[in-house]
């Protein structure tokens, strides 16, 4: 196909085919660096926590009364909360996994430390905690109950070990030496690691850079927290999940009527905490749809016009042999032109884009190949969007076009 023609008709026609092109260009910056987000936060939506999810929930519990003997309450309710029928086991914290918000430290590795050598969440625990999560625990070994203390969640720490996640192991040893070494939170005193699990995600969720580069930087205290408003865990055998939550609900009531429950399986969780994300995902491909289907609309449109003002000219290279697979192929590889200058400039645009999305928002970087696939794909939108009209230019009559009608 000689580009000669096709050339000089897109330059009587500049400002048509520069539409097209610049259409295509910010078409392509848009949509390649919102595929590269739905891709990121799809991904960060579907981390595991570490947390057995299709057998846990949790119960968050308010009082309206006061109570001094509190800390009797709290260790029959989740005494009480074990003899149940089905359950495997159950603890209380100050936070769980996905929560929305929650304890932050900086964890140190002498006393000395300006800055923190890592961000970790903070978890309260007893002997029960790692059973009733269902974390895995990969090394060292899980608290004994002559090391949990019962204390208000608001006191300073006094504890002497930890369990953490591994992924705050590495992040404090990345030779993998973790187990026994003495690490501490804040300006508080030496503790030590004595366990470590496979995965233990933070209560925050937030889809940005710092949130995700912390996201399994956890640490769990041996901490019977006493609050009027405490979180029980519980984990349930499996299958009976739905009737165990319920049962246990109205066992806590049972044991005290003044109290205000919210029930949650750790999947209703997951599902809350996301809820964003997928809201986002959900518009983000709309508006893609939309962007995808006007530019289609909008070359078949323009296309459409280019072949009424060439009536003419079609006619005549009919006339001189032309065959209808020639005019096809004319309207194509001029499509082809246009869409090829757009989407090389929108590669550039989406990349410049990203990186100041990058610098502004704490967006994660995009693979440049994403960019390079957007391209292809409006390309073929191209090809496929001037096809109808190609065909329609290939089935005007000779005879009907020389005389301009």
Same mark, same amino acid.
């Given at each position: ?27 392509? #910056? ?11 936060? %799809? ?24 109570? $001094? ?17 089905? !359950? ?10 996905? $929560? ?6 900086? !964890? ?7 800055? &923190?050598? +890592?961000?970790? #969440? ?16 990969? +090394? ?24 953490? &996640? ?11 030496? #973790? ?6 939170? $804040? ?9 470590? !699990?496979e995965q233990l995600q933070t209560p925050f969720f937030a889809a940005t850079g710092q949130t995700v580069k912390y996201a399994e930087n956890s640490f769990i205290e041996p901490v019977f927290p006493l609050s009027e408003f405490p979180r029980f865990v519980v984990r349930a055998q499996p299958g009976q999940l739905n009737s165990l939550m319920k049962r246990a609900e109205a066992l806590l009531l ?17 599902? @809350? ?58 309207? @194509? ?6 869409? #090829? ?8 645009? *989406? ?6 999305? !990058? ?20 390309? %073929? ?19 009907? *076009?020389?005389?301009?009608?």
């Open positions: 196909m000689p580009f000669g023609p096709i050339l000089a008709a897109m330059r009587r026609n500049k400002f048509g085919a520069i539409l097209i092109a610049v259409q295509m260009a910010v078409t392509l #910056a848009f949509i390649a660096n919102s595929f590269a987000l739905i891709e990121q936060r %799809l991904l960060w939506s579907s981390r595991a926590t570490g947390v057995d999810e299709r057998n846990v929930f949790v119960i968050r519990g308010g009082s309206i009364a006061t109570h $001094e003997d509190l800390e009797a309450r709290l260790k029959g309710d989740v005494a009480a909360l074990r003899e149940l029928p089905g !359950v495997l086991d159950a603890y209380i914290t100050n936070d769980y996994p996905l $929560e929305g918000g929650g304890w932050s430290e900086g !964890v140190l590795l002498n006393p000395d430390q300006k800055t &923190s050598t +890592a961000s970790a #969440a903070h978890y309260f625990g007893d002997e029960h905690a790692l059973n009733s999560l269902g974390l895995k625990l990969i +090394a060292g070994r899980d608290f004994t109950a002559s090391e949990v203390t019962a204390r208000p969640d608001n006191s300073p720490t006094e504890a002497k070990v930890y369990i953490v &996640s591994k992924a705050l192991a590495d992040s404090l040893f990345p030779k993998g030496d #973790a187990l026994g070494k003495t690490v501490y939170v $804040e300006d508080n005193a030496p503790t030590q690691i004595i366990g470590i !699990v049972q044991r005290d009527s003044d109290r205000i429950l919210k029930t949650q399986s750790m999947e209703e969780v997951r599902a @809350q905490a996301y809820r964003g994300n997928h809201g986002l995902v959900v518009l983000l491909v709309s508006v893609c749809t939309a962007l995808l289907v006007v530019t289609g609309f909008g070359i078949i449109g323009l296309t459409s016009y280019w072949v009424t003002l060439r009536r003419q000219q079609i006619g005549i290279r009919r006339a001189l042999g032309a065959t209808r697979l020639n005019i096809v192929q004319y309207f @194509q590889t001029e499509n082809l032109l246009i869409a #090829a200058s757009g989407a090389l400039a929108g590669v550039a645009l *989406a990349i410049m884009l990203n990186l100041w999305m !990058v610098d502004h928002f704490e967006m994660v970087r995009m693979a440049d190949s994403r960019a390079l696939i957007g391209a292809f794909v409006l390309l %073929l939108l191209g090809q496929a969007a001037v096809f109808w009209p190609a065909l329609r230019a290939a089935s005007i009559p000779p005879a009907l *076009a020389t005389r301009g009608g």
